[in-house]
């Protein structure tokens, strides 16, 4: 989709995860607080937005973040529809958010009926080897993504972030980025290809 203002293309993508994983803080630290754009009250999500130039054109990059957790069930739709790409976050120093990571790609896939260029995030490494409960690996982590490509065949990525320190954390969101704007190019051109 493209911007009517200024034509710059819009790129929407979603970030999905348990509660308390650390998603808001993770587009609070690669935004800043100024950016947020909107609120949409009825649905509860915070959009936020970021101009970024990508290959010589401008994109305007939108982010969707859910303002609160437990009104999530009646808005999913209108949430994840026509996303983009996917930021899906959860945190090592809680398993039970790994564990539900699968699900939350499934709901994802069953609100969209495909699955966009996703990122799969492990965040809070600044906590390693501090916690006294069980985390989880780096390897766990490139074990479940790649396990993703595999059978989905949708581009995704792994990475390990910290909200809290800002570790790739803007390496996060321009990985996720170059993934939608290839997919979109690929978009681009079978539809050039496909005009009689
Ligand atoms: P959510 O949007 O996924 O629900 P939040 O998660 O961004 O609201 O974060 C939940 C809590 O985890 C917050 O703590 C936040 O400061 C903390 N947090 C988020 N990311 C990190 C990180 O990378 N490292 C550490 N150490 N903490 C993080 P509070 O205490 O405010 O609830
Ligand atoms: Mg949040």
Redesign the pocket.
């Known amino acids: 989709m493209r911007d009517q203002d200024d034509g710059s293309i819009i790129l929407k993508a979603v ?1 999905i ?13 690669y935004l800043g607080e100024e950016f947020i754009e909107g609120h949409l009250a009825t649905i509860g999500v915070d959009l936020a937005t970021k101009r970024v130039l990508y290959d010589g054109e401008v994109i305007k990059f939108i982010l969707w ?2 303002a609160g ?1 437990p009104s999530f069930e009646q808005v999913r739709g209108h949430y994840y529809h026509g996303s983009n790409g996917i930021i899906l ?1 959860y ?1 090592i ?1 809680d398993p039970t958010s790994f564990d539900n990571a699968s699900k939350w790609l499934v709901e994802a896939y069953r609100n969209l009926g495909y699955l966009p260029p996703t990122i799969i995030v492990g ?5 390693r080897g501090t916690t006294n409960g069980p985390e989880v690996t780096t390897e766990q982590g490139v074990a479940f993504t790649e396990h993703f490509i595999e059978k989905l065949g949708v581009p995704a990525r792994f990475i390990e ?5 800002g ?1 790739n954390i803007s390496t996060a969101f321009h990985s996720l980025l170059e993934m939608m704007a290839e997919a979109e190019a690929k978009k681009a051109e079978q539809t050039v290809f496909r005009r009689p």
């Open positions: 970030l995860g348990d509660g308390a994983v650390g998603k808001t803080s993770m587009r609070r630290n973040d859910l957790q976050v945190s120093t965040n809070k490494v600044d906590l972030t910290s909200a809290k320190t570790e």
